[in-house]
């Protein structure tokens, strides 16, 4: 196997694990962030509920219901809910089926009374995000992949093609060659100081 092939392929061997978890670790970033995103689009939506409610806007809530958009439940004034986000499946008229929803659930005291709301959201959106952004990336892993290994490709010919001159070289030397000529000097230290060893021998064998 030649040098070349086999540094390319631990190259290869040693980029992948790094690409795949690089990978991992922002689908998980953006998963964790768009579900913030999800939970403060609810958390506000439980703030504007709570306008209606104070300003009396039973007509607006209604709708509201009627969308199924929100629960809203006058309970006993002791009666103390944490704040809590879950995910929870319900029916949709529409799809004629269970689908997932973020909810929050909480209670809030407004004109005196005491108020269980409860606020979700469709996940469905959600879902096909991420489906895009997890195929968006496996293309562009997979590109950048093909485009670092064919670099390093290029970058290696490019350095090792001193190496193969000085190869060629020491392949067609003859001790009754009539025009000798000594190899050149390049940019890499160790590539040097090999031609400077084999210049010294040949000269001594001419």
Request: hydrophobic letters at 45%.
């Amino acid at each position: 196997m030649k040098l070349l092939n086999k540094t390319s392929r631990y190259y290869i061997l040693y980029t992948i694990p790094v690409v795949l978890l690089s990978a991992i670790f922002i689908y998980f970033f953006l998963l964790n962030e768009i579900g913030e995103s999800n939970q403060s689009i609810l958390l506000t939506r439980v703030k504007v509920i709570e306008g209606y409610i104070a300003k009396g806007n039973a007509t607006v809530l209604n709708v509201f219901e009627v969308n199924n958009e929100v629960y809203i439940k006058e309970i006993d004034r002791n009666r103390i809910i944490p704040e809590t986000v879950k995910d929870t499946l319900m029916y949709s008229d529409i799809e004629k089926e269970y689908i997932s929803n973020k909810m929050v659930e909480v209670n809030k005291i407004i004109n005196g009374k005491n108020y269980l709301i409860k606020v979700w959201k469709s996940t469905i959106e959600f879902d096909e995000l991420m489906e895009v952004v997890f195929v968006v990336f496996l293309v562009l892993l997979l590109l950048l992949l093909l485009i670092t290994a064919y670099i390093n490709l290029k970058i290696s010919k490019l350095i090792w093609e001193p190496f193969r001159n000085t190869l060629e070289y020491i392949k067609n030397f003859s001790v009754h060659t009539t025009d000798f000529k000594k190899l050149e000097s390049n940019e890499i230290t160790e590539f040097n100081e090999l031609n400077s060893s084999i210049n010294g021998m040949t000269s001594k064998m001419i």
